[in-house]
């Protein structure tokens, strides 16, 4: 049964390939170059391929076999965020500029149209599971019609433009990605219940903005107490974090280079297999970062932050742009 099922499953994605305006990015031009592109479907696409699934082509189809099948398809809209820093010195070894919020994404799957992805003037606060707020009470705010799944992240695509400061570590260490010291990691955060006289009353929905999120990754400890509240700030690793670390620049190149990480929901590493985790190195990825966890691990309403880092005296990481897609299943 499970094998006709799938054969079944490629059997309509291929079909469904073979439609214009679903395998191709330009459905009035059908030439190879344009048939080799991806088409990058909105929501109203994905909704009208299930409704010609469910009521059109094959009649009653039945809805998990269709999003089985879209899945299948990769056919997932996207939102994208798209940071410049005009070839910046974003973060600086042995300095206050250590570690750099550089990006934050808007909340997986939601609608939020006075959203800020500034990541300046951040207000941390810790996200304990018992203070935020669960992915049911998000779906008043879903970008799609019908009921979005609780974990509908399928794929995250990081695209950096780097360099680190053009000279410096060992030299057999130049040009290659072994002993760098200038990096990027992926953050989490959550929007978290106010506290109160703060603002709504537990219970009520939640408020999309930045400043009602709570830190999940990094972790953020004490610091001290502002007008009566206790304050809070990240807690940084001195070194990498393979579980979170996205990419990091090659050893003393002056030139900028386009880093492009792709991280998907059906990824796997065995823990056991040494040899695919150095793999991820030498590319210049965290070796813990195959396995689809954090992927597979995202919540409806969940807005992902990218960090900038640089140690030791000497390493400055420099950055032109960065940009992060979040495909999504509805």
């Known amino acids: 049964m499970a094998g006709s099922r799938l054969s079944f499953t490629s059997y309509l994605s ?17 030439s190879s170059t344009t048939m080799s592109e991806p088409y990058e479907p ?22 998990e076999l269709v999003d089985l099948v879209l899945d299948y398809a990769e056919y997932w809209p ?9 070839n910046q010195c974003v973060a600086r070894g042995r300095s206050n500029r250590e570690n750099r919020l550089i990006l934050r994404t808007p909340p997986i799957g939601l609608k939020a149209p ?31 019609p019908d009921p979005m799944l609780l974990r509908p992240c399928r794929r995250i695509v990081f695209t950096i433009r780097s360099h680190d400061q053009g ?27 106010p506290e109160c006289g ?18 999940v990754l990094p972790l953020v400890e004490p610091d001290g107490e502002e007008n009566g509240k206790r304050k809070y ?26 880093h492009k990480v792709v991280w998907s929901w059906d990824d796997y590493l065995d823990d056991n297999d040494t040899e695919a985790k150095a793999k991820l ?9 195959g396995n689809g966890e954090f992927v597979r691990n995202l919540q409806l309403g969940d807005v992902i932050t990218v960090w900038a880092k640089a140690r030791f005296p000497g390493w400055e990481n420099w950055i032109d742009w960065a940009k992060v897609d979040i495909y999504f299943a509805v």
């Open 114 to 144: 006075n959203w800020s992805t500034n990541a300046n003037d951040t207000v941390f606060r810790p996200a304990p599971k018992d203070q935020t707020y669960s992915p049911e009470t998000f779906q008043p705010f879903r970008v799609s």
């Open 42 to 63: 909105s929501i109203a696409d994905v909704l009208i391929v299930k409704a010609m699934l469910t009521k059109g082509i094959c009649k009653s189809l039945p809805r």
């Open 281 to 289: 190195e030498e590319n210049g990825r965290g070796s813990e970062t």
């Open 233 to 258: 700030k990240p807690k940084h690793p001195l070194l990498p974090t393979p579980a979170v670390t996205i990419q990091v620049n090659r050893v003393a190149e002056q030139e900028y280079a386009e």
């Open 78 to 86: 996207h939102m994208t965020v798209h940071e410049s820093f005009n």
């Open 167 to 193: 000279w410096g570590g060992q030299f057999e260490d130049q040009g290659t990605f072994h002993g760098s010291w200038t990096w990027f990691e992926v953050g989490l955060e959550r929007f978290v219940k």
């Open 14 to 30: 291929s079909f469904l390939s073979s439609l214009p305006f679903f395998g191709s990015s330009n459905s009035e031009n059908t």
């Open 198 to 215: 703060e603002g709504p009353e537990e219970g009520e929905k939640p408020t999309l903005r930045p400043d009602h999120l709570g830190t």
